[in-house]
C-alpha cells in the first residue's frame, strides 16, 4: 500500500496553532532577505547581528511555542519511517549523544528558525534541548549569516557602490 503524500498528512492534521505557525513562517521568510541589510546599514555589522539574533530568537522560541505537542508532527515522523532516506538520517542522529553532536550544530548554522523548531522537534530533542539549541542558536546563526556574510556585503560591496553614486 502506497503510503499518503505528505502535504495529505499535513491538510489532514492542521490546527490553528499549526496555521499560526505557518502564517508566521511566511512572514518571517519574506523579511528574511532584506531585513538583515537594513539592520546592518543602520546600526553596523555586529551590532546588527545581535539585533537581528535577538529577532531570531524570539522567532524560534515562537516557532518551538506554537508547533509543540503538535499532532502534525508526529504524523510527518511516521510518514517520514516509510521513507528509507528520511529513516537512515534519523537511526544516524536520534540517539544521545550522537543527536548533539551530529545534528545541533548544522541546525544552527543552516536553518532559519522555523526549519530549526521543525528539525529539532522531528529529531526527538526533548523540550528544553529543542528551546536551548532553537532559540540559543540563533546568535551564533546571525553572526554567521547577519555580521559576516551581509556585514561584508554590504561593506564590502554596496555601500561603496552606493556611496560612489552620490
Known amino acids: 500500500m502506497r503510503s499518503p503524500s505528505l502535504v495529505a498528512v499535513l491538510r489532514r492534521y492542521l ?25 546592518v546599514a543602520a546600526l553596523g555589522r555586529w551590532p546588527g547581528a545581535l539585533a537581528m539574533g535577538a529577532l531570531t530568537g524570539i522567532y524560534a522560541f515562537a516557532f518551538l511555542l506554537l508547533m509543540d505537542g503538535e499532532e502534525a508532527l508526529r504524523a510527518l515522523r511516521e510518514w517520514g519511517e516509510g521513507h ?24 544552527v548554522l543552516f536553518l532559519g528558525p522555523f526549519w530549526r523548531a521543525v ?30 556574510v551581509v556585514g561584508g556585503l554590504w561593506e564590502g560591496l554596496l555601500w561603496p557602490a552606493i556611496k560612489g553614486l552620490l
Open 15 to 39: 490546527t490553528p496553532r499549526l496555521a499560526a505557525a505557518i502564517v508566521l513562517w511566511r512572514v518571517e521568510a519574506w523579511l528574511a532577505a532584506p531585513l538583515p541589510f537594513l539592520v
Open 119 to 148: 528539525v529539532l522537534i522531528l529529531l526527538g530533542f526533548r523540550r528544553w534541548e529543542a528551546y536551548l539549541v532553537g532559540v540559543g542558536g540563533s546568535l551564533p546563526h546571525s553572526a554567521l549569516w547577519t555580521g559576516l
Open 84 to 107: 528509507a532516506w528520511v529513516r537512515r538520517f534519523t537511526q544516524w542522529t536520534g540517539q544521545p549523544p550522537w543527536r548533539w553532536l551530529a545534528a545541533a550544530p548544522l541546525v
